[in-house]
């Protein structure tokens, strides 16, 4: 009865072990020298063991916001690319049209200096 399981509960185990044997090799097997390079803010522009609610730039926001702003015009664009053959020039203007508006707003944020960094 319990057979047709099988293949399942061995899916779930080979995915457990692909999954913590990396993370256990890591934790015995890496090497734990902290120093001040490694502890110094990278990228994030404050220390990274200080207090969680402390106030940070809004420019991170921003700059987070225009990341996935343009992340997802590419991610639009790959299935358009593929299928353009099919969707003929209907699809193209209105690819045109999206990237217009997004070109658009590019130029405004632009003109407006939120991609400058002081």
């Known amino acids: 009865m319990l057979n047709g399981y099988f293949p399942v509960l061995l899916f779930v185990l080979v995915g457990l072990l692909i999954g913590v044997v990396p993370m256990l090799m890591g934790w015995l097997l890496a090497p734990n020298h902290p120093d001040s390079a490694k502890l110094s803010p990278y990228e994030c522009g404050f220390e990274a063991f200080e207090d969680a609610r402390m106030k940070f730039d809004v420019r991170y926001y921003l700059v987070a916001i225009l990341f996935i702003l343009f992340d997802l015009e590419i991610a639009f664009l790959f299935p ?16 045109l049209v999206f990237l217009g508006i997004l070109v658009v707003g590019f130029v405004y944020e632009w003109m407006k200096g939120a991609l400058e960094w002081e």
């Open 80 to 95: 358009w690319a593929i299928v353009l053959n099919e969707i003929g020039w209907f699809g193209y203007l209105a690819m």
